[in-house]
């Protein structure tokens, strides 16, 4: 399995450090489990019609500790809805970082973002060579490895079926021994 | 020889049947304990998952899973009792506990024995940091914890370890609450992102289980995974009877390897305010006293305890809220609201003009008491979020039980100090 490499515009620059990604829906949204209903809120306390200028593959970007606070799951459901593919940020919140992960959504840890991506300025995120790119500016940043499963995750589509692979390689061998042993 | 290791090294060593494990390591650990409450879109999704995913019909050894329903208690809409209605029915079939109106899931599991000192306990909260009080590495696994669930284990990366050591001693008026924002104004909010705390020092020896519980729950704030307290004489008495399973107490060994050491001496600390939008703003109190607040809220996982009613009830006795103001008490569990009532302090809190509600977590994110535009409120609760409490135009002021009980006497932010004075100089039952 591998990834994909990542190429969108910068939907949003959550310009603030401990950013909580549950203003994103407003925390009042938090118990919506409709995807639909929730990318409907999504950024309504920021600007109208968020959603209409959202593209398929367009990234979010962040500051430091990223997701700090309680990381319900609402938030980033409605931007993955409305076409979202990743979070650039300079650092993660664990929890969000975990949560998210888990759903086989890239978390991009890449210092210097911030300063470096504009509203509307087109990236890249390039896994082979570890960089971020601005087309717009031209300036390439370094972006901080996945671990082993970490990367897995995100290659299997999330937590779920990494280890529903996972499983099912651990028992192939066994599957593989005749029956008469 | 053995390396040396931190208690978090030595709990993950044997959860994962090692000798020992090194920070960075990825393992996969056997929890001696799953715990969950419910909440839509978190145990209903596992539950499903569980069997339509992974095929498996009965989780393994259902005697380490807990489930509690502590939100949405009592439920207001048929949706959220038809969520209760599939915990319970979970429950039934899988052998697993239901607790129900019991209290905060992270407290009654303290009382129920799941903080055995040196277990490995995951949850996907990770306000469950807090049975670290008890010397048990407790952490937050988010959608993780479906891997608990599903197999018998649970893969973490062993995260590194940052000792920090309170010294001094607290003044009066001073509470564990103050202590911790205080942690995340000298050391800041992403200063332990991914690594563990391990809290020590005379400010922690003398302190009561209840306010380590208060530190631990609140680990989160700091960017820690979870943090802990090396089991004492309290921690221990506490232990017995209760602990869920034979366990020896871990200790760090005094060689142990630490990321860092921070030293906090707090003795010069006074009460603190964490002001609006984020649990990183730790400001003085007395910078914000007079400002008008409308609303109070003492309770939740991070307070609420015995110690927070009683010294509410110190401020509280003899003396009468603001008229209009909104003061809801909601102690964190039923065996806290009947040790409080066997007190005398409930009687004490509603005469004074308190609404007392039993245990639910729905007071610290707005289900119930939900403030309106322009509104503000002094909380105990574990967030200040806007909208957090309800609307994104209100505001949370996050402080102790006792500013939470002055400001409710004086319908502004208010320095609970000179009621507290005047309460030690008066015998108990005078102003009565």
Not at chain 1, 152 to 166: D, N, S, T, V, Y
Not at chain 2, 244 to 256: E, W
Not at chain 2, 331 to 348: F, H, N, V
Request: charge should be negative.
């Amino acid at each position: 399995m591998s990834l994909n490499n990542l190429q969108g515009r910068v939907a949003w620059v959550f310009e603030e450090d401990d950013y909580d990604i549950d203003l994103i829906v407003g925390v009042r949204n938090i118990k919506i489990t409709d995807v639909k209903e929730l990318a409907a809120l999504a950024m309504s306390d920021y600007t109208p019609g968020f959603a209409a200028t959202v593209r398929p593959g367009d990234l979010l970007v962040g500051g430091e500790n990223f997701g700090y606070g309680h990381p319900h799951y609402p938030a980033m459901r409605a931007m993955r809805h409305l076409g979202i593919s990743a979070v650039i940020a300079e650092s993660f919140s664990p929890g969000f970082f975990r949560g998210e992960m888990s759903m086989g959504f890239p978390l991009v840890t890449c210092p210097g973002i911030r300063a470096a991506a504009a509203r509307g300025d087109e990236l890249t995120v390039n896994w082979a060579t570890s960089e971020v790119s601005n087309l717009r500016s031209g300036q390439t940043l370094a972006l901080q490895a996945f671990s082993a499963s970490e990367r897995g995750m995100l290659e299997a589509g999330g937590l779920i079926p990494f280890l529903k692979h996972r499983m099912a390689k651990a028992q192939a061998p066994t599957a593989a021994v005749p029956q008469s042993t | 020889m053995p390396l040396p290791q931190t208690m978090t090294e030595k709990i993950l060593a044997r959860a994962s049947g090692q000798a020992s494990v090194t920070p960075g390591q990825e393992i996969t650990a056997r929890p001696d304990f799953v715990i969950s409450y419910d909440f839509p879109g978190y145990t209903d999704v596992f539950f499903k998952e569980t069997r339509e995913d992974f095929g498996v019909e009965k989780v393994s050894s259902p005697e380490r899973f807990v489930l509690f329903i502590d939100h949405m208690v009592p439920a207001t809409s048929p949706k959220e009792e038809e969520l209760h209605k599939i915990t319970r029915a979970w429950g039934k079939e899988q052998g697993v506990p239901v607790h129900e109106r019991e209290g905060i899931g992270h407290q009654v599991s303290a009382e129920l024995g799941y903080a055995t000192p040196g277990a490995f306990a995951v949850h996907f909260d990770g306000h469950v940091s807090q049975l670290g009080a008890f010397g048990t590495f407790a952490f937050g696994a988010r959608k993780g914890v479906v891997e608990a669930f599903a197999t018998e284990n649970i893969t973490l990366t062993v995260p590194a370890t940052i000792k920090v050591e309170l010294t001094g001693t607290m003044q009066a008026g001073v509470m564990a609450r103050d202590v911790f924002h205080h942690m995340v104004r000298v050391m800041g909010p992403a200063s332990c992102r991914f690594k563990v705390v391990e809290l020590c020092g005379p400010v922690i020896d003398a302190m009561s289980i209840e306010g380590r519980q208060v530190l631990c729950g609140q680990a989160m704030f700091l960017g820690a995974t979870t943090m802990l307290i090396a089991p004492d004489a309290k921690t221990l008495d506490h232990a017995k009877g209760r602990s869920r399973i034979a366990l020896a107490p871990v200790y760090p060994d005094a060689d142990a390897v630490y990321e860092r050491v921070v030293r906090i001496d707090i003795s010069e600390l006074e009460p603190i305010v964490v002001v609006p939008p984020s649990p990183a703003n730790t400001r003085n109190l007395t910078d914000y006293t007079g400002l008008e607040v409308h609303t109070g809220y003492l309770g939740s996982c991070a307070s609420g305890r015995l110690e927070d009613l009683r010294i509410a009830a110190q401020v509280l006795r003899g003396r009468h809220i603001q008229p209009g103001f909104q003061l809801h008490v909601v102690p964190t569990s039923k065996a806290i609201m009947a040790a409080a009532a066997r007190e005398g302090l409930i009687e004490t809190l509603v005469e004074a003009g308190a609404f007392i509600s039993s245990p639910s977590c729905d007071y610290c994110f707005g289900r119930i008491a939900t403030m309106s535009d322009g509104q503000r409120a002094v909380s105990t609760g574990t967030l200040n979020t806007p909208g957090r409490m309800g609307s994104v135009d209100s505001e949370i002021y996050i402080c102790n039980a006792a500013v939470v009980a002055a400001s409710a006497l004086e319908g502004r932010i208010a320095d609970p100090r000179p009621y507290l004075a005047a309460a030690l100089a008066q015998p108990v039952g005078a102003a009565a």
